[in-house]
């Protein structure tokens, strides 16, 4: 398997400008999740999806952030309208939980700077 | 809430010698996994090790290996001769019934030549 795949790997907009992140996790897990990486605040859960349905979002900053999961192998996580202390690495990760594999597998990230 | 400390920020070892990474953590939960997950300057999130808190064992891959103290709620990470691609930072991180990570706030290891 390809492992979690993530893109872009590098976002640069300007404020204002709306960003979709896109996560593909690896074939036949169940969960997914998103993380937000930031030097002040380290790695933070935003929100986990189990079998395509958001499970846990209380980590979403606000209400600008939005993800979205359609189908086992696409989530997309949206940030409209961007802002400066947007900028982080963002990285998607997903296990196969239900099966007994507790470890999450992460994708290489995407930076996004917000200028 | 379950919480993980991470009490060093940063530390060094010289090639080829020992350094041990401390990690604690909180928790009622009976079930759950403990983790060691290394990030290098890639920003890769890479695995290192697991355990399973019900195995008395404690884990080993390789040149790592940890020392679970289930009663002191205790989870260092032990790396023997160290390469200077081990300079990285990692995290200790665990999981429980709901299948969440909470990660401690990492350390930075340097590796000195």
């Known amino acids: 398997d390809a492992g979690v795949i993530q893109s872009p790997r590098h976002e640069v907009t300007e404020m204002g400008q709306e960003v979709t992140l896109r996560c593909k996790p690896i074939?036949?897990?169940?969960?997914l999740f998103w993380y937000r990486q930031t030097m002040m605040r380290g790695l933070e859960l935003l929100i986990y999806?189990?079998?395509?349905?958001?499970?846990?979002d209380s980590g979403m900053p606000e209400d600008r952030f939005s993800a979205k999961m359609p189908n086992a192998s696409f989530s997309t996580l949206k940030i409209q309208p961007s802002e400066p202390r947007d900028s982080a690495v963002y990285f998607c990760?997903?296990?196969?939980?239900?099966?007994?594999?507790?470890?999450?597998?992460f994708g290489p990230g995407t930076r996004l700077t917000v200028t | 809430a379950q919480t993980v400390t991470q009490s060093q920020p940063e530390m060094s070892v010289q090639e080829a010698e020992t350094v041990t990474l401390s990690c604690t953590y909180d928790?009622?939960?009976?079930?759950?996994?403990l983790f060691w997950y290394k990030q290098p300057p890639s920003r890769q999130m890479i695995l290192v090790i697991r355990q399973e808190a019900y195995k008395q064992q404690n884990a080993t891959e390789n040149r790592f290996s940890v020392n679970f103290q289930k009663a002191a709620k205790s989870f260092s990470l032990k790396i023997s001769d160290s390469q200077l691609g081990d300079a990285a930072m990692y995290f200790c991180?665990?999981?429980?019934?709901?299948?969440?990570?909470?990660f401690g706030k990492g350390i930075t290891l340097s590796v000195r030549p």
């Open positions: 928790t009622s939960e009976s079930d759950y996994y």
């Open positions: 991180a665990y999981t429980g019934a709901n299948s969440k990570l909470t």
């Open positions: 990760a997903s296990t196969d939980a239900g099966g007994g594999v507790r470890e999450q597998y």
């Open positions: 999806f189990n079998n395509n349905v958001p499970i846990d």
């Open positions: 074939s036949g897990h169940d969960y």
